[in-house]
């Protein structure tokens, strides 16, 4: 077991229980353990990126094109959509692939794989890729993302989450409390597992992990998770901020947890401050995507993100498709390195980040200093402007029972404030929510207000606090930005 604030290779004369336990797979064999082969290969990978993360950018650059090349030559071969694609960029079977071949490689939207649909799948996957899944994103936009992916992927993204795990020094013995959408019926009390993840119990002993289903009502939720008191809590950020609502209002606390880890949706700064205000605990997040994996982890030493570039290259482009300067923000490019069954060659995920310049922790992967949003979220303002709207002020700015809200744009002048409450707001209360979104809005919208005894989360337990039914045109995640105040 790794002691908090210690490294993998740290572990120095401790005492038997902050060391790591590595678990043996070899009858009769305890100790020096002896793991199976899906443990080997998950340490071998964690000593492979111990050093890779600290190469230069070039060379990390170099390595991934190599592993493009080979991914380029097979969806050349086997995949229907890219036999075209490739051949019209100049891509062929005694071409290089080069930087100028990569950027005449057109940019493959959310719309391109909805359409192409089979055209995207191989006929033919290496064998030692493993076992073939599909896999089918949440459908936030009215029509889910169908990939196929493979068991090599999924071997990639375990040993990720394994170096998000090492990256920040959790204690491998404590209790984790997982809230998110289950693929089965979870009970109240939520359900019991023998580990964290499959990585975590595929090369060494870790403590139990209780999976909550996140769609139950937040204030039993918040019971059930202070009960358990776990070391560490694994939650969406909109559902974090209604725990610490209700955390507040209950009285209820968290001796034990040590951190927040969040996933599936934007982090903002108000919810990771009112967690450390309110938990006195940091806030870890990463950056993924269900048809690509993990994208990028948040640094072990301050809030900016690393590029996994062993397994995923990311670009970050300007309005005219050209890659970003540090400090400047664009629409998030990515490429799955390893994906062998439904490539996804320059796929625009519809985030946008700003991107940064290198990190003092050492890190040769590349910087992501803000994930901005998804460019579906961001309000239409009078003039044509798209930024993202901060609303979670919603909630101290009223000073009235809100459990939930969502906050809907029907038309350039029109917005729908849905709410969940303890109670029907009276003429005046109502009115000064109209004058708050206004201000948070920044224009002076028609708002019409309804009641809903809940507010649903989609299907995969992510919740939009807004949402946008005005249509994009197109390029509009590169062009009429306006970036968030700080």
Same mark, same amino acid.
């Given at each position: ?270 919810? =990771? *401050?009112?967690? &450390?205000? +309110? /938990? ?8 993924? %995507?269900? #048809? ?117 744009? =029907? *038309?350039?002048? &029109?917005? +729908? /404030? ?8 009276? %003429?005046? #209360? ?57």
């Amino acid at each position: 077991m790794l002691a908090r604030g210690m490294s993998a290779s740290d572990l120095g004369d401790l005492a038997p229980q902050d060391a790591i336990e590595f678990r043996s797979r070899l009858p009769g064999v305890a100790w020096p353990a002896v793991p199976d082969e899906r443990g080997m290969t998950m340490l071998a990978l964690q000593y492979q990126f111990e050093r890779t993360e600290r190469w230069a950018p070039e060379r990390l650059r170099r390595f991934q094109f190599q592993q493009l090349e080979i991914l380029l030559r097979h969806a050349a071969a086997h995949v229907p959509h890219y036999k075209e694609v490739l051949a019209r960029a100049g891509f062929g079977p005694e071409a290089a692939l080069t930087g100028e071949v990569w950027q005449r490689i057109p940019v493959l939207s959310r719309a391109d794989v909805q359409r192409e649909g089979a055209r995207l799948r191989a006929a033919a996957i290496p064998a030692f890729h493993g076992a073939v899944h599909e896999v089918v994103t949440s459908g936030s936009t009215g029509t889910p993302v169908r990939v196929l992916t493979t068991e090599l992927s999924g071997m990639l993204f375990d040993a990720v989450a394994l170096r998000e795990a090492f990256w920040h020094r959790r204690n491998f013995a404590g209790v984790v409390a997982v809230v998110r959408a289950p693929r089965i019926p979870i009970p109240k009390g939520g359900k019991r597992a023998a580990n964290w993840n499959r990585a975590i119990g595929a090369a060494l002993v870790g403590g139990p992990s209780v999976l909550f289903d996140c769609t139950r009502p937040a204030a039993d939720l918040a019971r059930s998770i202070a009960r358990l008191d776990p070391d560490y809590l694994l939650i969406y950020p909109s559902l974090l901020a209604e725990i610490l609502r209700e955390a507040e209002r209950q009285g209820l606390r968290f001796p034990a947890l040590a951190e927040v880890s969040t996933f599936g949706e934007h982090l903002s700064d108000e919810v =990771r *401050a009112a967690a &450390r205000a +309110e /938990l006195d605990v940091p806030v870890c997040d990463v950056y993924s %995507a269900e #048809e690509v994996g993990y994208i990028a982890l948040q640094c072990p030493d301050c809030t900016a993100y690393h590029v996994q570039s062993e397994t995923v290259l990311v670009e970050v482009l300007d309005p005219e498709g050209r890659a970003c300067a540090p400090g400047a923000s664009g629409r998030v490019v990515v490429t799955p390195l390893h994906n062998f069954a439904s490539p996804l060659l320059r796929y625009d995920i519809g985030d946008r980040a700003e991107l940064g310049g290198p990190c003092t922790c050492g890190r040769g992967l590349p910087v992501l200093t803000r994930i901005l949003g998804r460019v579906r979220n961001m309000l239409v303002a009078p003039d044509g402007t798209r930024f993202w709207p901060r609303l979670n002020a919603l909630f101290k700015a009223s000073g009235l029972p809100i459990r939930q809200f969502q906050v809907i744009q =029907r *038309a350039p002048d &029109r917005l +729908e /404030l849905r709410l969940a409450t303890a109670r029907p707001f009276v %003429a005046a #209360e109502e009115e000064g929510l109209r004058r708050i979104l206004r201000g948070l809005c920044r224009a002076d919208y028609i708002v019409e207000i309804s009641y809903h005894a809940a507010i649903p989360r989609g299907p995969s337990g992510k919740y939009e606090d807004f949402v946008c039914e005005i249509a994009a045109p197109a390029g509009v995640s590169a062009i009429g930005v306006a970036e968030p105040r700080e």
